[in-house]
């Protein structure tokens, strides 16, 4: 059976041992994952693992409750329904459920690459291998990964939708010495990836990190890689634009308020990229903007969320949603408008062009940290500040505020006069990612957006390098 089969046949189940008033929705994802691995410059693990998942949510007299399973017979399909109807039983009442998605059309979901969706592994290793050898004889480690995603959805209210989706990302470092740096990709299509192109920058910047100078914690004017600024993606998704969060006042969020700079421009866009197009809840998924020129228009709500405050579901209803709410996970950060025809333009992304200082005659040298045109252009403008290659280790300090503490890696460097001069040791930062962002906080966007990985499928964050007026280094790595 389809996927499509399989949801239509739990909810004949449904109906045949619940009653015609139960009310269920069935989710169906077969996954085929695979994943390659690197460390010390070799490859130690070529995994993948397939299957297919099975979540039926049940409201039956006036009680919820959700189930999964992987077994996909008739035998399988029946016990699924039955512990799902017995665990409802003994739910307490659920006199917020939402009620079911009724039926409406879904949109066609990013293009589909079969080539991505079952990519053998020697496709993997061989940019692995260019990799590790653009990286000129410095240790290498990181990983190749494809997805394919093929799902359906039913529910008893008539509505159905499938989709599919292919997604490739490479995430590698380079290291000499005591010295990191990253370059890491996300995209449709592996052909997309350039493992040359990613080794190449990873190594210039691992060579322009060496021998880090140490200085005074406090406020600095940055411009903030792709990486970086995934992570400021990442921390406003979770706990900003999240409706659970909005409607428990835990959110910073105020609709209708310029709480960004004008340059800021937000959304949540699932049908640019890698992504099903509907939700756990068979809601239809459309870009949403979250941000538009700098004020907040929106938060993102799945049913139940929605439903609590008045509105309707923008599609982003995903496992645990109950718990912890929904939360975009396909944000991008619009780039700055393109300058005037004949004006200066960045090196293509992933192109040959990209990891200035890689073998060239920047290479080692400080200028190497710049890793293409489209982040020169910002450097060139800070009269002393720090270029950042990446954060990690986040973790919110003050929900309300969205107040983070971090460590930044994997290189940063002293700007003067728009010229990288030394290589900086890392931070510990507390920032506010809202303030940071705030009206006029916001110095310089870049033109080419970068498509960064995250752990999970499906799941990205898409943004240009930024340039901030202020960010509050507190301490070095150590404390």
Known sequence: MTELDIAGHVVELVRRLAGPDAQAEVTVTRADLALTRFANSFIHQNVAESGTAVRLR????????????????????TALVERTLAAARLCPPDPAWPGL???SPVPAGAVFDEATAFAEPDERAARVRAFVDAVGGLEAAGYCRTAYRSGAFANSAGHSASGRMAEAAMDGIARTGGADGVARRCADRLTELDGAALGGRAAAKARAAADPVELPAGRYEVVLEPAAVADLLQNLSWFGFNGKRYAERQSFAE?????????VTLVDDPLHGSALPYDLEGTPRHALTLVDAGTTRAVTHERRSGAEAGVASTGHGIPGAATFGPIPTNLRLLPAA???????SPA????????IGAGGPTGGTPAGAVADADTAALVAGVERGLLVSDFWYTRVLDPKRLVITGLTRNGMWLVE?????RAVRDFRFTESYPRAMGPGRVLGLGRLPLRQPDRTDGVWWEAPPLRLASWNFTGGASG
């Open 255 to 263: 609709l209708g308020v310029a709480q960004f700079d004008p340059a």
């Open 58 to 77: 049940l409201h039956v007299d006036g009680r919820t409750a959700a189930g999964s399973g992987s077994l996909v017979d008739t035998d399988g399909l």
């Open 348 to 355: 293509p992304v992933g192109g040959p062009a990209e990891g």
């Open 101 to 103: 998605a009724p039926p």
């Open 417 to 421: 006069d728009g010229v990288p001069t």
């Open 338 to 344: 393109a300058r005037t025809a004949g004006g200066d």
